[in-house]
């Protein structure tokens, strides 16, 4: 049995950051160029970043409000990352796999709902308290 030692795996300090850096750069434009859901969500985070500032009540609801649609990212990826596993593994219709999909979904809308839930209270507590 042959092992091949990937070159990457030495690299040490700010090499290894950068490397990282630049490997994540990637992920999100192929996650960007490639996931029609990602795509919707980063123009939502655009529309919300601005908003967040003005709806927020104090630093830590800006916060609150700008992580949760952050979150939202974050899940979207490692659903689409789940998904891209599945599909490399094969695209026969499998239990496993759909249950594997399922799953992610339901952590994206679970953090949508999250998300939601957010900017209804800060919305609330702007207009209404």
Avoid: C
């Amino acid at each position: 049995m042959t092992t091949t030692t990937n070159p990457h795996k030495h690299r040490t300090g700010f090499a290894r950051v950068r490397a990282a850096a630049g490997y994540s750069i990637e992920g999100l434009r192929a996650a960007y160029r490639g996931e029609s859901a990602f795509r919707q969500e980063v123009w939502l985070m655009v529309i919300a970043t601005p908003l967040a500032f003005w709806l927020g009540q104090g630093w830590v609801q800006t916060a609150l409000l700008l992580g949760s649609v952050l979150l939202v990212l974050i899940v979207e990826l490692l659903n689409s990352a789940v998904e891209a596993a599945i599909d490399r593994i094969s695209f026969e219709k499998h239990d496993l796999s759909k249950h594997a999909k399922d799953l992610g979904s339901a952590a994206v809308m679970l953090a949508l709902v999250l998300s939601g839930g957010i900017w209804a209270a800060a919305a609330y507590t702007r207009f209404f308290a």
